[in-house]
């Protein structure tokens, strides 16, 4: 044996004797791959041999290896260069090498030991072998697995998302061609059953019924049967990879459509006895209806047809967990399940269904399926988990109490009576990163990032559903139990990224986690820092301050600027909800000058989210008090972007900023600082008025006009953005005892009101009485517009803001 570790090359003959000794022989694996003499060897035959035999079984070697379940816990040599040797090897022998080739490949991207390969021969290969009618189930299925593994680490990557879709436009069309073979007596057989009619030509007309029908029969498969498919393997593969293809290209705003045949024989298959089968024909359907599908009467009808096979799938799999059997557990399953950029196991793809087809959460909130996710949260938490399968079943338990959570406070208040081991389970995630980031990162092993792998996506998981309870005022009001949850929360936040520590390991899906999972934590800070959350009370305003700067100012180093933008928006979002509040000393971080002047630039930033944020939060700073809006003023004048501007001051830099913004959001923003400005002093009431040009801006925007087939929620903006301007207007000319308040926080205590009768006041100036600002308004057209809006409009409160507005400019002008 010591001759063949390494000291003589390898010939055909010993690498026989080798592979037969490995086979069955774990003990045996461990001694040859001990050190990496052998490795290396096997390494520079696959490189340098042109015998195809001796490549086949050099190759069957190292797949003996990678797919040895011990050799993850040591430390991997890197197989990248492996792979791209077998895949070279198998261009010049595909008859001999082909499915080994493929099989070793599968193994090492679905196992995340290699990064993805974006090698041509290897697409073409894919291309060629999907598209053969005579390519084995098995062999179909690994084709899969690889191109779905290739697809998680593009569409994880915003820099690769080219990459993706260029895989995708390469395969989608042999895919579609091996779909048709396997489909068509299958809809053969699915149209006989269900159609008297004869002809195609009429076949419209059956589509349509059955799209709308949950009658279908069941469709089963036996093994004497010559008309279908005796095994489901290759059919149930290709449908996997054509719900991924649906999945990345919806998500990418990359719309297709499927024949109607395919569509209708899904219809049929999701009665068959196999699980599998129907579960990746309701994942076709999922992602098809939720991205590519137009017709809502359609998309209802598919969600309708799809959600109790799912929720039969899922409970079955829920239940069988719980009695501790081995259902549908084949490795194969979980590769197509979870490995790919769409999830596809049936409580994922009842997520996707809850997110855009609201109704599921009320299918699922009945018998006893929310105690059976419960339950097996609660056994899945009482350790902190190792194994990938529990890993990801935890993770979408999760995500589904998550939709359950996030609809309403019933079942915010359902899914509360349960307990859940928050504190164990995210504290020993901090542990973790903590294990990590001691160590240099060479040391780190595969074992050890695999585990800290798993844990970010469950630990994302769980602080979906913590925002999801952190929107429910009672919760916020009673949950001391999640006080040390949140402390946790903190300390992730405080960890540097694990990504930018191991900067020799690309990894875009891990990546991506830890910025979602710091995103979903600052979401749910923002909620917690609520002014009427108890958990405020455990959280030091000066502490929070400093754990946001980093992704204020952006100093992670292995983060894209897409992602960056991300945490930044998240991060505004706490401080804009820590200033929602009465208690002056947890907001006195936030007001300083220092994070003003932040604020002043981040307001000049070219994406509208960040700049809404900004705006936000220059709202609730100029709500607290006048003294507090003239200290804006103050600040900004002594600031860098004044500097910059050249602004002649505070209310000229919004003024350029509403002429220069046309998202509704940031306008409203911007709208609500001029409403407390113009609740101030009489002093920022003048200077409102003597801007005619800010005048014409503000009635510009309130005669802006959608189109009729525009949709709600842009519309529901428009509004919103028409309300601030009328709400300015109403301060403008307020008067006391004549109508209710009008200021932003609904605060009369800070409106600047004109006790005095026009008919004997000395004027201070132009627009110095509420009469004068009062006509000015009107000769703008502020009461003629007005008018029309409030008759037009069916939203009550910009009906009765608008009247007192008119009642205003009225009660002035007579």
Not at 780 to 806: H, K, P
Request: proline share 3%; aromatic share 8%; charged share 20%.
């Amino acid at each position: 044996m010591a001759d063949i570790k390494g000291k003589m090359p390898i010939t055909l003959e010993s690498a026989i004797k080798i592979k037969q000794s490995l086979l069955g022989n774990d003990e045996m694996k461990l001694k040859y791959f001990g050190d990496g003499t052998f490795f290396l060897e096997i390494l520079k035959t696959l490189h340098d041999s042109d015998d195809a035999m001796l490549l086949r079984e050099c190759s069957i070697i190292l797949y003996a290896y990678i797919n040895f379940s011990d050799a993850w816990k040591r430390d991997l040599p890197d197989l990248t260069k492996a792979a791209n040797t077998m895949i070279q090897n198998c261009k010049k022998c595909p008859d001999t090498l082909l499915e080994i080739t493929i099989l070793s490949i599968s193994k090492m991207l679905s196992s995340q030991v290699i990064p993805f390969l974006t090698i041509d021969d290897l697409i073409d290969t894919l291309q060629c072998t999907i598209a053969n009618e005579s390519s084995s189930e098995r062999l179909t299925a690994n084709c899969c697995i690889i191109l779905i593994s290739e697809l998680a680490q593009m569409d994880a990557d915003p820099k690769r998302n080219d990459l993706a879709i260029s895989l995708i436009s390469r395969l989608y069309r042999p895919i579609m061609q091996r779909l048709g073979d396997l489909i068509a007596p299958i809809f053969i057989r699915v149209l006989k059953q269900n159609a008297t009619l004869s002809s195609l030509k009429e076949f419209d007309s059956i589509f349509e019924h059955a799209s709308l029908s949950n009658e279908l029969p069941a469709l089963l498969y036996k093994a004497s049967s010559t008309s279908v498919p005796n095994s489901t393997l290759a059919l149930t593969s290709l449908l996997n990879a054509m719900a991924q293809f649906l999945s990345v290209l919806g998500r990418h705003h990359h719309i297709v459509s499927i024949p109607d045949t395919l569509t209708y024989t899904l219809y049929g298959l999701l009665r068959s006895s196999s699980f599998e089968l129907k579960q990746a024909a309701a994942a076709v359907i999922v992602y098809y209806s939720s991205y590519h599908l137009s017709n809502k009467h359609l998309i209802t009808a598919n969600f309708q047809k799809v959600i109790p096979v799912l929720m039969s799938i899922a409970r079955n799999d829920l239940l069988s967990r719980e009695q501790k059997e081995d259902f549908r557990s084949s490795m194969a399953r979980k590769k197509f399940e979870y490995n790919g950029p769409g999830r596809l196991s049936s409580l994922h793809l009842l997520v996707e269904c809850c997110e855009h087809y609201p109704a599921t959460v009320d299918k699922l909130v009945g018998l006893d399926f929310v105690d059976l996710l419960m339950l097996a949260v609660d056994k899945l938490t009482r350790d902190f988990i190792q194994d990938e399968d529990d890993a990801h079943h935890l993770s979408d338990c999760l995500l589904l109490i998550s939709c359950i959570c996030a609809t309403d406070d019933v079942k915010r208040e359902l899914v509360s009576q349960y307990p859940i081991n928050w504190k164990k389970y995210i504290g020993s995630y901090v542990q973790l990163c903590r294990n990590i980031l001691n160590r240099n990162d060479i040391t780190v092993s595969f074992e050890l990032l695999s585990s800290f792998r798993l844990a970010t996506e469950t630990v994302l998981s769980f602080c979906y559903v913590i925002r999801s309870m952190s929107r429910s005022a009672a919760v916020l009001r009673t949950s001391f139990e999640l006080k040390d949850v949140v402390i946790n929360m903190f300390e992730i936040l405080k960890q540097p990224f694990v990504m930018d520590f191991l900067s020799t390991i690309d990894d875009p899906v891990l990546s991506n986690n830890e910025v979602l999972l710091r995103s979903v934590i600052l979401g749910a800070i923002s909620n917690f820092a609520i002014g009427f959350s108890i958990i405020r009370e455990y959280m030091d305003s000066n502490s929070v301050q400093s754990a946001l700067q980093p992704y204020i100012n952006g100093t992670y180093r292995s983060i894209n600027s897409q992602d960056r933008t991300v945490l930044l928006v998240s991060a505004l979002q706490v401080i804009r909800n820590a200033l929602y509040s009465d208690d002056a000393k947890f907001r006195e971080p936030f007001v300083t000058k220092a994070s003003l002047e932040s604020v002043f630039k981040l307001c000049e930033h070219k994406d509208d989210r960040v700049k809404q944020q900004s705006f936000n939060i220059l709202r609730n700073v100029s709500a607290i008090s006048i003294a507090q809006a003239e200290k804006l003023n103050d600040i900004y004048m002594d600031s860098v972007p004044h500097e910059l501007s050249h602004d002649t001051d505070f209310l000229a830099f919004l003024h350029r900023h509403l002429d220069s913004t046309e998202d509704f959001d940031t306008l409203t923003a911007i709208c609500y600082i001029f409403v407390n400005f113009a609740s101030s002093t009489l002093d920022n009431q003048r200077k409102i008025m003597a801007d005619e040009q800010l005048l014409k801006r503000l009635h510009e925007l309130l005669q802006i006009s959608l189109p009729s087939n525009s949709a709600k929620a842009e519309t529901i903006k428009l509004w919103n953005l028409k309300l601030s301007i009328v709400w300015i207007i109403t301060n403008l000319t307020w008067r006391q005892g004549t109508a209710g308040s009008s200021s932003d926080d609904d605060n009369d205590s800070s409106m600047d009101i004109d006790n005095t009768s026009s008919a004997t006041v000395t004027p201070l100036g132009p627009c110095s009485t509420a009469k004068e600002r009062a006509q000015k308004l009107i000769k703008f057209g502020f009461y003629d517009t007005i008018q029309v809006l409030s008759r037009n409009c069916d939203i009550a409160d910009f009906r009765e803001r608008a009247r007192t507005a008119v009642f205003q400019l009225v009660y002035h002008d007579e």
